[in-house]
């Protein structure tokens, strides 16, 4: 605890940019998802393409990695032991159901308003999580400054929505990410305890690339005896890049979780995804024109991850649960 009491408040910075980064990553990876999905009209396909890929290249990575062949020996043994739950290592399938909510929705809505949808499942399903002390950094009690933040992810999506239908069947399609919001909130957690134990992202990473790559194949083989397989893929190479940057922000955020917790890991991701998202949508429209407040929604989720992030100092001895490694 000593250690994590005296540790500099920049390395909390430089842990919230890495999150923006993943969370710049996840925006980008939905919107290649997407283009992809529209391009072969088959969003299982283009999900089983994206995961599988990201799935070989960390199969490649790893068997030549022997501190992830170590991490895979050290989390098997905690899970014949007891000493991590089994439900962890079925982090994946959230990933799985992220990247097929990626398909099947942002052709549908745009990059933008999927985006902030995932947001206030992610937004809450952090804030719950940090409470009840599932992620690696224990439980964070509320806080005036983590309920503000989660509140405030929770109005950006609000904004965002003002000026769109509300009709049942327009808002319908928004219900998928905002489920896989908390789910991935769920996985970030999850890997962050896996890594811990594994001392290493890779073999969590690698754990979740094969457990969605397996439900995905599955769900592909069910969906193909119905709709069948497109006759050809593009060639495009930047259609296939989708796993690969799964593997990154995947692996950034099992590092990130353990030093900042699950909401503000969350609240700086949301932050890199709307910041994205609204970049897309403005210089490459696809289903829709970013409107402005869905312009206005992205600069409150900035506001919301400053916010949970900013440190709040306590004159008692409780001062520890204030420092970065809390993300308070």
Not at 110 to 116: D, F, I, M, N, R
Not at 120 to 147: C, E, H, I, T, Y
Not at 276 to 305: E, K
Request: include cysteine; hydrophobic fraction near 55%.
């Amino acid at each position: 605890m000593t250690h994590h009491t005296h540790r500099p408040l920049m390395a909390a910075w430089v842990a919230i940019l890495l999150a923006v980064l993943a969370g710049v990553l996840r925006t980008s990876q939905a919107r290649i998802n997407g283009a992809f999905a529209q391009e072969i009209h088959d969003a299982f396909l283009s999900g089983v393409i994206s995961f599988g890929s990201g799935f070989l290249i960390l199969l490649v990575i790893i068997s030549f990695n022997k501190k992830g062949q170590q991490g895979w020996r050290q989390l098997m043994v905690a899970i014949r032991s007891g000493g991590i739950t089994p439900w962890f290592t079925l982090a994946g399938t959230a990933g799985a159901a992220y990247v097929l909510s990626q398909t099947l929705v942002v052709g549908l809505t745009g990059v933008a308003l999927y985006t902030v949808a995932f947001v206030a499942g992610l937004s809450m399903g952090g804030l719950f999580l940090d409470l009840w002390g599932v992620g690696p950094a224990g439980k964070k009690p509320l806080s005036f400054n983590r309920v503000g933040g989660a509140v405030l992810g929770i109005g950006a999506v609000a904004l965002s929505l003002v000026g769109h239908s509300t009709a049942v069947s327009a808002l319908l399609p928004l219900l998928l990410p905002l489920v896989c919001g908390v789910l991935v909130a769920w996985q970030d957690a999850a890997n962050g305890r896996m890594t811990v134990i594994a001392g290493t992202p890779l073999t969590s990473t690698f754990l979740n690339f094969m457990v969605g790559t397996g439900v995905l194949l599955i769900a592909t083989a069910f969906h193909s005896f119905s709709a069948g397989l497109p006759a050809a893929l593009p060639t495009q190479p930047y259609f296939y890049l989708g796993g690969a940057i799964g593997v990154v922000f995947i692996g950034i955020t099992a590092v990130v979780v353990r030093e900042i917790g699950v909401l503000l890991m969350g609240l700086g991701s949301i932050a890199g995804q709307l910041l994205m998202a609204v970049i897309l949508d403005f210089f490459f429209p696809s289903a829709q024109v970013t409107g402005v407040m869905i312009l206005i929604g992205a600069s409150l989720a900035f506001v919301a991850a400053a916010w949970a992030a900013w440190p709040k100092k306590k004159p008692h001895a409780h001062v520890a649960e204030s420092v970065p490694h809390s993300g308070e």
